[in-house]
């Protein structure tokens, strides 16, 4: 069955973690909003009145039946298919555990540029948002990546992976959420992130995973910008 | 098995939407950390840095050889022992998008108070908590409920729960949050709650189920106060 992924097309932001996801699995995908009429496409899908399960916001994914929203659920709903999820209850609950605490990481990552409102433009909130980036990174970004570290360390079969010793979205996700902080926050990264060996080595490790460092080269690819959800404004780093 | 559960044992908070949840099934478990001394039990345990499966923060659960954290995560793993989710794989996973959907709009009702960090007080924030909860009142307020007014409006087999024709934890969550929203900015919702007659009907409703009401009236049932997520400050209700 064809998986259609809808998003924003000219950001990474949440759908990233569902295209990494796909592409490290080789999985057939249409990425639906970058196709051409693809944005009013979703636009259209989204204000159905008639769906039974409608989104809040993109990204969702749609495959035969299935309609998913919510990042952290599209991805629970594809690890199993793309073989990117343990076999075992536990760990497919720590996998998924480990997703929504990325996702609560990259929420905050937003916030440090809009911390007064979405509907907001981000110069019309520029002091607030110095003050809520100087507690992000002194205090967010060591307490998230140093739980991240601390998951790898206490692996039981060892401290290459998050979870279990073969690859998962959580993961994917942490190699995404290293990625769009070390974009975001390059001084404050480098700063700080000899702090995470493991961390750091298993976001080099995805890196090169063939699938994965073919996509990173490809046009699939949406370069960081300041319209995403990590953006890099020179003053917010510290 | 018993289930322990571990929380903050002074407020509502994020353990609210899990607790609500074993009380409406009867499930039998522990509060841990309203226990004597199980506060400093909750620490010591999510110090342990020979957990294979750590929480990043409260509120976690045990039961046997499974803990898991996060709220969410949590209500995806108690839903089905405790008949809260559907069936069928799309009903499920479609719960547990609302109960995502109910998370965010939980963070961003605490974020009113604490616009730019958790580690300051809300006298450190005040002026930018007035321009956040400006903002939430006005508009995130209206597109969360209005979309789950939308879902109720749109569930095939009726306009009576979010999901199928059956109580699900994404029904107490909605509870939940009407709850505290009716606490935190009583003007605001008086203002507009009529414009979501299926979601309050709903919300009457989970609160007069005798399991329910038997918890509301207990002292099991904490009440709201300002140190939790939901926090009525005058000034911040418009």
């Known amino acids: 069955m064809t998986i259609e992924l809808y998003y924003w097309p000219s ?32 636009l259209k899908l989204m204000g159905d009145k ?65 911390p007064i409102g979405v509907s907001l433009y981000y ?18 970004i060591p307490k998230f990546l140093g739980y991240f570290e601390r998951v790898m360390a206490a692996n039981p079969v060892g401290d290459t992976h998050l979870v279990g010793r073969a690859l998962t979205y959580a993961d994917l996700g942490l190699f995404q959420v290293v990625e769009g902080l070390r974009y975001a926050f390059p001084k404050a990264m480098q700063a700080r992130e000899r702090g995470w060996p493991r961390v750091i080595a298993l976001r080099d490790q995805v890196a090169a995973l063939p699938k994965v460092a073919a996509y990173l080269a490809s046009d699939r690819r949406i370069a960081f910008n300041t319209d995403g959800i990590f953006r890099h404004y020179a003053e917010l780093d510290g």
């Open 123 to 140: 110069a019309d909130q520029r002091p607030e948002a110095l003050r809520r980036a100087s507690e992000f990174r002194e205090q967010r």
């Open 50 to 114: 008639g769906l039974p399960h409608p989104p809040f916001a993109p990204p969702f994914l749609v495959e035969g039946k299935i309609m998913v929203a919510q990042t952290t659920a599209i991805l629970l709903y594809l690890g199993p298919k793309l073989d990117l999820a343990p076999a075992d209850e536990a760990g497919r609950l720590f996998t998924h555990q480990l997703s929504l605490t990325l996702a609560d990481l990259t929420a905050e990552a937003h916030d440090t540029h809009h």
């Open 11 to 42: 950001i990474q932001g949440r759908g990233e973690f569902v295209r990494l996801a796909l592409e490290a699995a080789g999985a057939a995908y249409v990425d639906v909003a970058r196709e051409p009429g693809g944005q009013a496409r979703m």
